[in-house]
């Protein structure tokens, strides 16, 4: 598999720009909406190129870890990160324990675009340096993507009402 498969979601919350920056950016909003169904724990939330986001998932008596390393900040415009979605719990990189051909890094990228009030998220999720294996798992995977992301956006409108109350 040569080519690089990308899952992308568009999606427009009723809410200011500054404000669905910081729901990405702010370890409180942040830690609510990211991982629906789920408690999620931010360890480290330092939003600035080199800076990491450190979080972990409990779910079913179990944690999850990953790490993410942002590339690219523009306030409040643009995040760009490598997301290493799986960890122990010393932020070392490991493999899926659900999916062993799961890319160990994504290209995560985030844009903000607002226009009347509201606010248009781009997200662009792709594996970085992946093998054809790994690429094929994340390709197979993308139809269900968006089940995670939406329940967590869906959270996002909730937070965004109470913040305009």
């Given at each position: 598999?040569?080519?690089?498969?990308?899952y992308?979601?568009?999606?427009?919350?009723?809410?200011?720009?500054?404000?669905?920056?910081?729901?990405?950016?702010?370890?409180?909003?942040?830690?609510?909406?990211?991982?629906?169904?789920?408690?999620?724990?931010?360890?480290?939330?330092?939003?600035?190129?080199?800076?990491?986001?450190?979080?972990?998932?409990?779910m079913?008596?179990?944690?999850?870890?990953?790490?993410?390393?942002?590339?690219?900040?523009?306030?409040?415009?643009?995040?760009?990160?490598?997301?290493?979605?799986?960890?122990?719990?010393?932020?070392?990189?490991?493999?899926?324990?659900?999916?062993?051909?799961?890319?160990?890094?994504?290209?995560?990228?985030v844009?903000?675009?607002?226009?009347?009030?509201?606010?248009?998220?781009?997200l662009?999720?792709?594996?970085?340096?992946a093998?054809?294996?790994?690429?094929?798992?994340f390709?197979?995977?993308?139809?269900?993507?968006?089940?995670?992301?939406?329940?967590?956006?869906?959270?996002?409108?909730?937070?965004?009402?109470?913040?305009?109350?």
């Open positions: 598999m040569s080519e690089l498969p990308e992308v979601l568009d999606r427009e919350f009723d809410a200011p720009r500054e404000m669905v920056w910081r729901a990405w950016t702010e370890s409180d909003l942040l830690a609510r909406w990211y991982g629906p169904g789920v408690e999620t724990i931010i360890h480290e939330l330092d939003v600035r190129p080199g800076g990491v986001w450190l979080n972990e998932m409990k079913r008596g179990n944690s999850f870890y990953s790490k993410v390393v942002f590339q690219e900040v523009i306030k409040p415009e643009k995040l760009v990160w490598h997301h290493y979605s799986s960890t122990d719990a010393n932020w070392n990189s490991t493999p899926n324990p659900m999916m062993a051909d799961w890319p160990a890094v994504l290209l995560t990228t844009t903000f675009a607002e226009a009347g009030g509201k606010t248009t998220v781009r662009t999720w792709a594996p970085l340096e093998t054809d294996a790994e690429k094929a798992c390709a197979g995977a993308v139809a269900n993507m968006g089940k995670g992301w939406e329940g967590g956006y869906a959270i996002m409108d909730e937070i965004f009402a109470e913040l305009q109350a």
